[in-house]
Structures are given as structure tokens and as C-alpha cells.
T-cell receptor, first 114, second 115 residues
């Protein structure tokens, strides 16, 4: 069974530029998550989708971050404009259901903002 | 509020030693799940175990074992006869039933196993 796919793996941009990340979850997983992991910290949830609807985006900086999950499968996370403090690893995860189901993570995208 | 504390920032052991990673959690909820994830240098978090709050039985899986004690709000993870491949950052995480809260992670413990 294929795991969670993410691209790109690495991205370097200058501040004020925009960037987009892509995620393809495990087939059949209705719930998709985007996390931000700053160096030395645990992952922090940015947004959770159930199919193509948003369940939780309370920690998403909506003035610069946006995410969508069209057709309830793939998802993209965008940052526009980027700030230095956005440098982090962005992890996508999926699970069969929400709640306390185990989540399966992709390899992440390491973003560096200069 | 939900909180997970992993007090050990870094641990270094020699191969074949046993090592225990500590996890202490805080929640007022009576229904919750606890998790352990492994993050090797490749960056991908690997699911290791999920335990619900009503099941305090200890679990063993090969060289891995977990000790869940509600009385001390701890969910500790022991690796027996450690190997170099066990070198990674290990995260403990908590999900609580009420309030539709997200999965809350600790800051992780970096384990280095030296040959």
C-alpha cells in the first residue's frame, strides 16, 4: 500500500514570495492533516480536512496560509507572502477517520525562507 | 488544556543497552488516546502504538514495550537491546475525545544509539 506522498521535499524561497506544497493521502483515507514542525518541536496542526470539508483550521494563520482539498483526495497548502518564521517542515498526514485514529505521515517538505 | 511533556531532550546509549523514554500527559478528559511516533533522519513520522485511556495493559512488540499508568499520567516507552537503527526522535502524543481537539505532541526525545 502506498504511503502519503508529498512534494516538493525541499524548497528555498525569499521572504515575501509565495510557495505551495502538495499532498496525496493514503487511498481511502477520508481525513487529511497539515502540520508545521519547527526545528526542535513536535508537529503542530495547521488544518484538518474530512473529505473536502474543513474540520479544524483554528491554528492556521489565515492572513497568509491557505489550504484546499478539492474532490476530497489531494490537497495543497499555500503560503503567501512567506515570512522568515515560516521556515519549518510541513508534514501531511492522513487517517481512515478523524478523532483518535492513528495518523500516517508523509516525508514532509522542508521550507527555508531567506 | 491538553499537554504532553517529554522531559528528556536527548539520550545517548551504547548498542544493546535498554533505554526508557518518558512521557507525562495532562488532561481532564476521561476518554483519550495516547500515541508514540518515531521520526528517523528521513523526516517521516512512523506510527508505533496507540493506547486508549480504558486499557492500562502494558504492551510488548518485539524489542519495544510500553508502560501506561493512569495514576501517574505516564505512558513510557522502553527499547530493549537497543540498535543503531533505533536512533531517531521519538514523540509522544495525546488526543482527547471532548472538544474535538487536535493531536497534541510533546517536544520529542532524540535517541542516539552508538555502536
Amino acid at each position: 500500500e502506498a504511503g502519503v506522498a508529498q512534494s516538493p521535499r525541499y524548497k528555498i524561497i525569499e521572504k515575501r514570495q509565495s510557495v505551495a506544497f502538495w499532498c496525496n493521502p493514503i487511498s481511502g483515507h477520508a481525513t487529511l492533516y497539515w502540520y508545521q514542525q519547527i526545528l526542535g518541536q513536535g508537529p503542530k496542526l495547521l488544518i484538518q480536512f474530512q473529505n473536502n470539508g474543513v474540520v479544524d483550521d483554528s491554528q492556521l494563520p489565515k492572513d497568509r496560509f491557505s489550504a484546499e482539498r478539492l474532490k476530497g483526495v489531494d490537497s495543497t497548502l499555500k503560503i503567501q507572502p512567506a515570512k522568515l518564521e515560516d521556515s519549518a517542515v510541513y508534514l501531511c498526514a492522513s487517517s481512515f477517520g478523524g478523532g483518535g485514529n492513528e495518523q500516517y505521515f508523509g516525508p514532509g517538505t522542508r521550507l527555508t525562507v531567506t | 488544556a491538553q499537554k504532553v511533556t517529554q522531559a528528556q531532550t536527548e539520550i545517548s546509549v551504547v548498542e544493546k543497552e535498554d533505554v526508557t523514554l518518558d512521557c507525562v500527559y495532562e488532561t481532564r478528559d476521561t476518554t483519550y488516546y495516547l500515541f508514540w511516533y518515531k521520526q528517523p533522519p528521513s523526516g517521516e513520522l512512523v506510527f508505533l502504538i496507540r493506547r486508549n485511556s480504558f486499557d492500562e495493559q502494558n504492551e510488548i512488540s518485539g524489542r519495544y514495550s510500553w508502560n501506561f499508568q493512569k495514576s501517574t499520567s505516564s505512558f513510557n516507552f522502553t527499547i530493549t537491546a537497543s540498535q543503531v537503527v533505533d536512533s531517531a526522535v521519538y514523540f509522544c502524543a495525546l488526543w482527547t475525545y471532548s472538544g474535538n481537539t487536535p493531536l497534541v505532541f510533546g517536544k520529542g526525545t532524540r535517541l542516539s544509539v552508538i555502536a
